[in-house]
């Protein structure tokens, strides 16, 4: 399909790359333009292990929330959702437990709105204008609220966002205010891109998506800094891992080197 066949919205600037449609076509998809291609190509030349990274970080989406709904969860959270795929969360889920409840939170009006047209005829699902950075914002939302009961165990799913968001902003203090607004039993599932394999690949990856996002700010971190994110928090085998040694569906898919670096883990609210 062309460019033009596709039809942007109004007001939609589709000169300007954008993470969402750049990770769409990481994954192969169509909804995606030129100044995304030529970005995304641009980070592949860098380091062409990315689109494996993003294929991978979809298959943990899969697997922890197939994990989480075995756990009893029945109500999530996803912050810093991206373009819907073939096998998003509330998919996953309700194959499992068909009134799970999920809310999609993002900022990107692109993400907004094929979420939006894509949710429409599901009545477990909403979509809900915010970002980890305003988690007072996001937990009295009324959208939010019309699905999730915030006085029962939830899933909060952050895979993507916060390795955009340098230390400057203080996410950790976001995530943080998260964890003690919900009841204990709640589970957290982070994700985060490291560079402790790849600190050659760090400064021009690094460069590339500050000019994407417009930000001059470093957002890069080593897996000690995102082990943070879980403070106060109970991590579940097998801790915070490269994401495909995360309960892999294939164990013999985890043999020998790891040649991507996406980090991420679950971990439980407890009582203590």
Known sequence: MSDASRRPGAGLDTSVPNIARMNNYFLGGKDNFAADRKAAEEVLAVAPEVRAMTHEAQAFLGRITRYLVEQGMTQFVVIGSGLPSQRNVHQVAQEIVPETRVVYVSNDPVVLSHARATLATNPYTGVVDGDVMHPGELLTDPELLRLIDLDVPVAVLILSALQFIPDEDDPH??????????????????????????????????????????????ASRRSEQVLRFFDGLDLVDPGLVYVRHWHPDNPLATQGRDRTWTMGGVARKSGS
């Open 173 to 218: 203090k976001s995530v943080a205010v998260l964890r003690d607004a919900v009841p204990v039993g709640s589970h957290f599932a982070i994700g985060h891109v490291v560079f402790d394999t790849r600190p050659e690949a760090q400064g021009p990856l690094v460069e590339i998506f500050q000019r994407v996002l417009g930000r001059g700010e470093d």
